[in-house]
């Protein structure tokens, strides 16, 4: 299997704050990736998907980034709304797998 | 509007089978367009991909579950179901189902999930 990591695995920030996060895959998955925002007790939501592509209805203050092996999602002004925990998939391989999150914590 | 439905038994025992089913509204299942997924989430920890199934038959499930796993679809209900048998406490979760575009494997729409508990 192709192994996901994220960092930081904790990221505290204020309204306002831009923020990066990074997701980093085992093997070369080109742009094979997507990144998902989970709210608790909520399915997670599909923000970006084929590392860079917004996915409808997203605002556009979420971007990606990357190929290869390193990836990002950049908040550019974080909303309250934003506080989730964010997660990255690959889906170069049919047995695709997650990154295990970055929760993003109000400071 | 596209939405998905869980439902299923929120407590099976120990050795027995975890049956869930997806009930698909406002699109049909019998799409080229689609594959069909469950994705599970133990409690206080991340995602995990179980397997898929296209409408016409062809299933692929995560290897280290493929031997316990069967899943199957319901044209005629618009639905798509999941078997899991000889469960134990590690597979406590809750259990999504999803929406993936054909060939992609991204996830664009999801059921709320449904919390199932393995314990006498």
């Known amino acids: 299997d192709i192994q996901m990591t994220q960092s930081p695995s904790t990221l505290s920030a204020s309204v306002g704050d831009r923020v990066t996060l990074t997701c980093r895959a085992s093997?070369?998955?080109?742009?094979?990736l997507a990144w998902y925002q989970q709210k608790p007790g909520k399915a997670p939501k599909l923000l970006i998907h084929d590392a860079s592509s917004l996915q409808s209805g997203v605002p556009s203050r979420f971007s990606g980034s990357g190929s290869g092996t390193e990836f990002t999602l950049t908040i550019s002004s974080l909303q309250p709304d934003d506080f989730a925990t964010y997660y990255c998939?690959?889906?170069?391989?049919?047995?695709?797998?997650f990154g295990p999150g970055t929760k993003l914590e109000i400071k | 509007q596209v939405q998905l439905q869980e439902s299923g038994p929120g407590l099976v025992k120990p050795s027995q089978t975890l049956s869930l089913t997806c009930a698909v509204s406002?699109?049909?299942?019998?799409?080229?367009?689609?594959?069909w997924n469950w994705i599970r989430q133990a409690p206080g920890k991340g995602l995990e991909w179980i397997g898929y199934?296209?409408?016409?038959?062809?299933?692929f499930y995560k290897p280290s579950l493929k031997s316990r796993l069967t899943m199957s679809l319901d044209t005629s209900k618009n639905q798509f179901s999941l078997n899991l048998k000889s469960v134990t406490a590690a597979d406590t979760a809750v259990y999504f189902c999803?929406?993936?575009?054909?060939?992609?494997?991204?996830?664009?729409?999801w059921g709320q999930g449904t919390l199932v508990s393995v314990s006498s």
């Open positions: 999803a929406r993936s575009d054909y060939p992609s494997l991204y996830f664009d729409l």
């Open positions: 998939q690959q889906y170069k391989s049919y047995s695709n797998t």
């Open positions: 093997q070369t998955i080109t742009t094979w």
């Open positions: 406002g699109a049909s299942i019998s799409s080229d367009d689609y594959y």
């Open positions: 199934i296209h409408y016409r038959g062809s299933t």
